[in-house]
């Protein structure tokens, strides 16, 4: 058994020649050359079968088809996603009676909802040990033991520090699990549909939020209703608890421990080696990898010091963080957490108020479907260029039907109002995919843990600034002025950056993503520049095809 260990942590120099082989060796250059490329890697795959097979292993979940339990591991991993959206949804129901039975003030109910992004900070925080030290898979169920114990304290407050706890608790559980999930699906999925897979999650909590507001419909007319509407979460956090036990750790983050005969098994079970994409996928990823590690080790130095010192390690933390800005300063999730308040304030009723809500969580799912099934054809930079001006439109309408008299105009001020927050919700179910994709594939293998603790704790703090101070604002600047004003100006400005600084990514491995990071920021602006103006000139000359209905090949 000493001897296997030492293979995995000491790995030879073979699988480096191995790799620089086929680094010169491209699909398409030749059936000769890919016979030769795919020799190389079957050599090279039998050495850590042989391995694999004198491992001794217990019994583990699997699925005879990989491309199954791919689609299985995903599906249950962004789960965490429908947590996610479900308690930041419930408190919109929740927000119309609590306050009131626990006796709470404007500025401690602010603190109730602002406890779950505030939450999500500390969740964040804690991301990186959770996941360089207990890897991805474990780092999940620590979160979803951190929802059950937050729903808990919810569904039994008493008093404003008891749910203000049960809040922080429950963002510790978001924060930690959805800087992880992303990052988990990433690292396990084939590169050609993981811009889809990786959507899935926000699919999920979009599915969450539409979820949550079915939950306070149904439990509205039942005394004590908020309790077993906060209290609901704690059904879905133990089923992903309990699928999480059966689920592998991601072979990159195995790989990255110097565990490779493990990352070899893992991959075996949810990709297979049938394809030459999967065998040069894999054996690229391990050279990658043991060439980070290795360099780490030279170095002798603290990892995320990179970000400071390293242009492509930067490049990549402003880029994710910039994506995660614009997704929450244009104020989604305000909206979202006060979307029952905001229906009373247009004219409904607060019974009624709980069920238009749906209306808004509804266009936020519709609008997730296309990023799920078509963001890997359209490509990153496309899909955010396309869908940001579409939440603009929806903001300025909610500005209009704020301004319109729902006392002397109620049918046009609710049209009005609702129209604009069905293109607001549905445009930015399909924009914040993004804001999962984009930090999950731009960091390098060494950092990801790193970078997905600041972009996870950046998504978190800008909730929290933008939810507890929503109210505030709105008093402030009024509400055409908040919508219109702040959040829509925010819009227009991050649709120029994304014009100018966004590379694109799709159908690129993660270690091709990790090239394009290398190059100087200068020479990405100069081809988006670029790209840009042929984009005009078809759109001048009525080449609308070759605009809105893209290549999937480039």
Known sequence: ??????????????????????????????????????????????????????????????????????????????MGGL???????????????????????????????????????????????????????MAIIVSCILYTIGAGLE???????????????????????????????????????????????????????????????????????????LGSSLVFSTILLVGMFFLPESPR?????????????????????????????????????????????????????DFFTDPRARRAMVYANIMIFLGQFTGVNAVMYYMSVLMENIGFDDKTSVFMSLVGGGSLLIGTIPAVLYMERFGRRYWANAMLPGFFIGLLLIGIGYKIDYTVHPKAAEGIYLTGLILYMGFFGSYACLTWVIPAEVFPTYLRSYGMTTADANLFLCSFIVTYNFTRMMDSMGRIGLTLGFYGGIAILGWFYQILFMPETKNKSLEEIDELFNRPTSEIVRENIKSTGEVVSDLFHLRLRKVFVPSPSH
């Open 253 to 305: 983050f195995l790989m990255h421990k110097g565990r490779s005969v493990e990352a070899y098994g893992v991959w075996k079970r949810i990709r297979g080696f049938d394809t030459f994409e999967s065998k040069d996928e894999f054996l690229g990823m391990r050279q990658a990898v043991t060439a980070e590690t290795e360099e780490q080790e030279q170095t002798k130095k603290w990892p995320w010091l």
């Open 1 to 78: 058994m000493s001897d296997h260990r030492d293979a995995e942590h000491k790995p030879s120099d073979d699988h480096k020649e191995v790799a620089l082989e086929m680094d010169h060796i491209k699909p398409g250059r030749g059936s000769e050359d890919l016979e030769v490329a795919e020799a190389a890697m079957d050599a090279e795959l039998a050495v850590l079968e042989q391995q694999f097979q004198q491992t001794k292993t217990g019994r583990v979940f699997s699925i005879a088809n990989p491309a199954l339990f791919t689609y299985v591991l995903v599906a249950f991993a962004s």
């Open 155 to 229: 569904a039994g407050s008493i008093s404003f520090g008891m749910m203000f706890a049960g809040r922080f608790v429950l963002g510790m559980g978001v924060g930690l699990e959805g800087g992880t999930v992303p990052v988990y699906v990433a690292e396990c999925v084939p590169r050609k549909i993981r811009g889809n897979l990786v959507s899935l999650y926000q699919l999920n909590i979009a599915l969450g939020e539409v979820l949550g507001y079915a939950v306070a419909a149904i439990f509205v007319n039942v005394e004590g209703n908020w309790r077993y509407i």
């Open 83 to 137: 947590l996610s959206g479900l308690d930041q949804s419930l408190i919109s129901g929740a927000n119309l009676y609590m306050p009131d039975d626990l006796h709470l003030s404007s500025s401690q109910a602010s603190l109730v909802n602002a406890g779950m992004p505030l939450g999500g900070v500390a969740g964040a925080l804690i991301l990186s040990p959770a996941n360089e030290y207990l890897g991805r898979r």
